[in-house]
């Protein structure tokens, strides 16, 4: 069974950094692209993030170009964001996603940044 | 970069069919074939239904279909029941490694 367990959020002022882990089991971890993407809860999904399965290329929304780091060790099976500089509008839910087909995607169940002084 | 346009709302009756549109641009829906949907009950995650336009993943029933016609994807579910009411989403690539989300559809089984 594909599991998908985030971890790392919080409560930070602006301006601030965190971490976020998503430890993934289940599935040949390396083999898969994955994905960040946040949800306020009651609204819509934003894409945030994805990276190659060897981690040679990624992509990130504008909003977040710059201040967000993807990146993954597949030795552990981990995928991760570091978010700095952060703002009120990070806050959320932020989910990771397997890409189990092409531009489809397999959710863990999120951990929840709140961004706020 | 702007959301992929979705009403916010959609309804039907039990047995009756339902369509939800995506509408996106030249540039995003209308260049790629990577137009997920995704469906979302209160307080779970959101499953994948339908991946490059067309296709449903293994355990979706077939009652979930999905189509394009130039720059507006959309997702029929067929045969409506009461577990059907929940959060659509859909999504397609962009391009340069980036992806983007439509606003969302709460689809209403009267």
């Known amino acids: 069974e594909v599991q998908l367990v985030e971890s790392g959020g919080g409560l930070v002022q602006p301006g601030g950094s965190l971490r976020l882990s998503c430890a993934a089991s289940g599935f040949t971890f390396s083999s898969y692209l994955m994905h960040w993407v946040r949800q306020v809860p009651g609204k819509g999904l934003v894409w945030v993030s994805r990276i190659y399965s060897d981690g040679s290329k990624k992509g990130y929304a504008d909003s977040v170009k710059g201040r967000f780091t993807i990146s993954r060790d597949n030795a552990k099976n981990t995928l991760y964001l570091q978010m700095s500089s952060l703002r009120d509008e990070d806050t959320g839910i932020y989910h990771c996603?397997?890409?189990?087909?092409?531009?489809?995607?397999?959710w863990g169940q999120g951990t929840m940044v709140t961004v706020s002084s | 970069q702007s959301a992929l346009t979705q009403p916010p709302s959609a309804s039907g009756s039990p047995g009756q069919s339902v369509t939800i549109s995506c509408t996106g641009t030249s540039s995003d829906v209308g260049a790629y074939n990577y137009v997920s949907w995704y469906q979302q009950h209160p307080g779970k995650a959101p499953k994948l239904m339908i991946y490059e336009v067309t296709k449903r993943p293994s355990g979706v029933p077939d009652r979930f279909s999905g189509s394009k016609y130039g720059s507006t994807a959309s997702l029929t579910v067929s045969g409506l029941q009461a577990e059907d009411e929940a959060d659509y989403y859909c999504s397609s690539y962009v391009g340069s490694d980036n992806f983007e989300f439509g606003g969302g559809t709460k689809l209403t089984v009267l």
């Open positions: 996603t397997r890409e189990s087909d092409p531009g489809g995607l397999e």
